[in-house]
């Protein structure tokens, strides 16, 4: 299913290095809380936080415990949730796994049709449950999604705040795209590592680079539509680069 995303990106770039991340984790529950069905201990998150050493106020987060109350998100109004995750810089470009819970395990997203797991930005963990993913960006970044689905409530795209980033000389060419860009490097540093993802956060792809200084990325290889990504650029000398593309 072909779908059109908007997204609203900070124009300036970023430069130095970056000691910590702040990903800020939203959901919407104004199509789930339908009948004042939120659990007395509200929002929380289920993921595998410890393992990313991720924090919240400043508190260590627990693998997959949503119980824990450093996992407890705060009530924003007008149905929506949020709680603020900081990251180290060793977990920058680390996989996210998570899903929001009204409570504990039992009442949460990712179970029988889930509509993440329907519209492709879930993993299954093997055991039919379905996870969201995230890779973690150099910059601050927002995340708001509608309860167990890919995108905003209304639709729009569910990742916010984005700050292009570019430590190195790689460029992505042509952008917007149709069938397959380039990605380059003037100078002599190769390209080892390359990530793609949507806007809902899930990971399109992941691939080694090919120790060269540019590589051709096909949209019909990795199911890519029309629409925005993030492509995330790691050279063998350490620099990154993660830019906006564009599909047409």
Do not use: H
């Amino acid at each position: 299913m072909k779908k059109i995303f908007t997204l609203l990106l900070a124009g300036a770039l970023f430069t130095g290095v970056q000691a910590q991340v702040t990903i800020t984790y939203k959901v919407d529950v104004t199509n789930y809380d339908t009948n004042g069905n939120i659990d007395a201990n509200g929002l929380r998150v289920g993921g595998n936080f410890a393992a990313l050493n991720a924090t919240a106020g400043g508190n260590a987060l627990v693998d997959w415990s949503p119980s824990d109350a450093n996992s407890a998100m705060t009530d924003e109004g007008n149905g929506v949730w949020s709680i603020e995750v900081t990251y180290p810089a060793e977990s920058i470009g680390t996989e996210q796994l998570f899903k929001y819970v009204n409570g504990d395990w039992g009442t949460n997203e990712g179970t029988g049709n889930s509509n993440i797991a329907i519209d492709s930005c879930g993993l299954d963990d093997g055991a039919g449950n379905i996870n969201r993913q995230f890779v973690i960006t150099e910059t601050p970044t927002t995340l708001i999604f509608c309860w167990d689905q890919c995108t905003q409530c209304d639709s729009s795209a569910a990742v916010l705040n984005v700050e292009e980033v570019k430590q190195s000389d790689m460029t992505v060419f042509p952008n917007p795209f149709q069938n397959e860009f380039t990605i380059s490097s003037a100078s002599n540093s190769a390209i080892a590592n390359v990530t793609i993802m949507d806007l809902s956060g899930r990971v399109v792809a992941n691939m080694a680079g090919q120790r060269a200084t540019s590589m051709n990325i096909s949209a019909d290889a990795f199911g890519m539509v029309t629409g925005l990504y993030l492509v995330r650029v790691t050279a063998v000398d350490g620099t990154t680069a993660l830019v906006k593309v564009a599909a047409q």
